[in-house]
Nanobody, 114 residues
Framework: QVQLVESGGGLVQAGGSLRLSCAAS????????MGWYRQAPGKQRELVAR???????TYADFVKGRFTISRDNAANTVYLQMNSLKPDDTGVYYC????????WGLGTQVTVSS
């Protein structure tokens, strides 16, 4: 089992920044992929960004140049630095861990006001 605990969400004005963190604990495999997904009201959950344990990153087109994903393998923690936030970025952001199985965090709310 793997437990994921997210933090860092909140309310911010358009153009502002937030930093999300997700700490993983439990049976962590050294080779894994961690990432962030988001779900806006009435919409499907979508990939925001993911990063492998080797540091390879993937970003959704709508966040390129604004968001940066990073990780601390020693701490089993992944971060999402979100800059130039837009109202369309509003949603619940979920941490994801994939190795032999897939796990999800409970989510953290991000609200961007115009």
């Amino acid at each position: 089992q793997v437990q994921l605990v997210e933090s860092g969400g909140g309310l911010v004005q358009a153009g502002g920044s937030l930093r999300l963190s997700c700490a993983a604990s439990g049976s962590i495999f050294s080779i894994n992929v961690m990432g962030w997904y988001r779900q806006a009201p009435g919409k499907q959950r979508e990939l925001v960004a993911r990063i492998t344990s080797g540091g390879n990153t993937t970003y959704a087109d709508f966040v390129k140049g604004r968001f940066t994903i990073s990780r601390d393998n020693a701490a089993n923690t992944v971060y999402l630095q979100m800059n130039s936030l837009k109202p369309d970025d509003t949603g619940v952001y979920y941490c994801n861990y994939r190795a032999t199985r897939e796990y999800w965090g409970l989510g953290t709310q991000v609200t961007v006001s115009s």
